[in-house]
């Protein structure tokens, strides 16, 4: 039996250099979520986790290499992030990057031992 239902999806946008420049200050500026930024561009959340981890459009400014003797702190709404991007197969050490953070701290957001409260 032959479904009549017909699978269209969602038109995206191709990413231009432009965009890209875009979106890797929104990255480095980080006040908008990955998926804010994706819907921006009307991407899959996985282009712009992509892009900021470099695994794509590497040799377009701004480079999102952090320091290393950058001290951050991770916010409350990182932490989601963090689980998320752990739960779809980041490394725990290429967070601890993206974030300018030490693995212990990624490791630490991801099991809960500190922030609790951000399930």
Known sequence: MKDNYQYSPRKLN???????????????EGVKTEQEIAQMFNTE????NNI???????N??????????????????????????YADGTMQKDIAKVYGVANNTISQAIS???W???K
């Open 60 to 85: 377009i400014m701004p480079k999102l290499h952090i320091k290393a003797n950058l001290v951050r702190k991770l916010r409350k709404e990182d932490i989601p992030v963090i689980k998320k991007m």
């Open 14 to 28: 191709y990413i231009n250099k432009k965009d890209v420049c875009k979106i890797k200050q929104l990255l480095l």
């Open 112 to 114: 809960g031992k500190n």
């Open 52 to 58: 900021k981890l470099e695994k794509t459009y590497k």
């Open 45 to 48: 959340s996985y282009n712009i």
């Open 116 to 118: 609790r409260e951000s």
